[in-house]
């Protein structure tokens, strides 16, 4: 039996010497061959000046494009020589075209970095559209990353395992202008008796919007049991999830009549309610940048008695990633970018209201002192909560799974109306 066992784990050996000579610690995407030389980061910043790197993701948000498009963009180019090529895409259409390229056989595609979480990262895990690990190349993820914080570790309870890695954070939170309204809903239940002594001045964005999906889980946690209700689960049995969420429908079917046009339409993205709250045809709005509406007032586009506010039974964060492709033509340079976008001179950037006000991605306790001090002295705006308030008030997200089981059972019950 021993000798047996020797034989094997000697068999094994050899092979991996084999392996080890032809291909030099392969990195493998489901058994698949994707990058035959393991590379020092030197080499890899060499190899990556003088090119271009794809980068795709949402585009909804013409500050976080400015961002991206002139800091990210410069800054690539002075420190690595490579040009930053944005591509507004969102996740749905992204996949389908990975989808296509893998089923096509195609091995070089267009796109070297997604900015991806939640659900799209799971579909794009269990299609083996990603490759991967590659967060351990990444020299700012070692440094300046919590790896076994739960929201890095899992994005929405899906275990990331180096497939992905963080550049932001989020947390909803709600919006109103405080000359209009002096005590603004905090509850479901008061969110229901507010929009019914105010009739047409409330709606939220369609799903799969991610903001509206987000909300409509915010009043479910509040009806139907709590985050606890919902243990994580790879399959989600949409019949019972159906039943559960009863008081849900309910709730939804109660509040319709007296939503922004009768509910008989919603916005179809979260920058369209956000224009209708510019307009004044609803008083309240939504998000999950905590100092967008600081920046929004800085750039002129709502008054400066706009504030935020969450739930007295808290509201949903979520860490944002960042994923390279199986077919990524250019993993260097993609490496290279999400490098940077972990560094904390970009992450303190972004955090500016003025140029996005997204939350950091790094552990502060990592930090080098001088960038603590720029942190703590960084004015967040005169609509942001303060860290501690969001913090005490964070709700975790769900497994991936439930998501897309929501979005289709909202769209049976509270659109078609239907049981």
Request: glycine share 8%; proline share 5%; net charge negative.
């Amino acid at each position: 039996m021993k000798i047996m066992r020797l034989g094997i784990i000697i068999s094994l050996i050899i092979g991996l010497l084999l392996t080890g000579c032809s291909n030099s610690s392969n990195k493998t995407s489901a058994g698949n061959i994707t990058n035959p030389i393991e590379k020092s980061w030197e080499t890899i910043l060499d190899e990556a000046k003088g090119t271009t790197v794809s980068f795709y993701g949402w585009g909804g948000d013409e500050l976080t494009n400015s961002w991206i498009d002139n800091y990210v963009a410069q800054n690539m180019q002075e420190l690595y020589g490579i040009k930053v090529n944005r591509v507004p895409m969102g996740p749905d259409e992204y996949l389908n075209k990975l989808l296509g390229e893998k089923q096509a056989g195609k091995a070089k595609g267009t796109i070297d970095l997604l900015w991806i979480n939640g659900e799209n990262f799971r579909t794009a895990r269990q299609a083996d559209l990603l490759w991967g690990p590659f967060a351990e190349d990444l020299p700012n993820f070692q440094k300046y990353v919590d790896q076994d914080a739960l929201d890095i570790a899992y994005d929405f309870g899906y275990p990331v395992e180096g497939y992905e890695v963080p550049w932001g954070k989020a947390q909803f939170v709600f919006a109103y202008d405080s000359a209009k309204i002096q005590n603004p809903p905090k509850s479901s239940a008061e969110l229901l008796a507010w929009v019914k002594e105010n009739p047409g001045r409330f709606t939220y964005p369609e799903l799969p919007d991610f903001t509206g999906s987000v909300f409509v889980r915010h009043l479910m946690y509040e009806l139907c049991g709590g985050y606890e209700s919902f243990p994580y689960t790879e399959e989600v049995d949409k019949t019972a999830m159906e039943t559960q969420l009863e008081p849900l429908w309910d709730y939804f079917t109660d509040m319709k009549s007296y939503l922004w046009r009768e509910g008989t339409t919603y916005p179809a993205t979260i920058s369209a309610l956000h224009q209708l709250f510019q307009d004044g045809e609803v008083d309240i709005t939504m998000t999950y940048i905590p100092a967008l509406m600081s920046s929004m007032i800085e750039q002129g586009l709502v008054p400066d008695t706009v504030r935020t506010y969450v739930w007295d039974k808290g509201t949903i964060g979520n860490t944002h990633f960042l994923a390279i492709p199986f077919n990524a033509p250019n993993r260097e340079a993609a490496k290279v970018l999400a490098d940077f976008l972990l560094s904390p001179a970009a992450q303190l950037s972004k955090y500016e209201p003025v140029n996005w006000g997204d939350l950091i991605a790094l552990d502060v306790s990592k930090l080098e002192s001088e960038s603590v001090a720029k942190l703590e002295s960084m004015d967040q705006g005169v609509a942001t909560l303060s860290s501690e308030e969001l913090q005490s008030h964070s709700l975790p997200e769900i497994a991936s799974g439930y998501i897309p089981v929501i979005e289709e059972l909202w769209k049976k019950r509270v659109v078609q109306n239907a049981k």
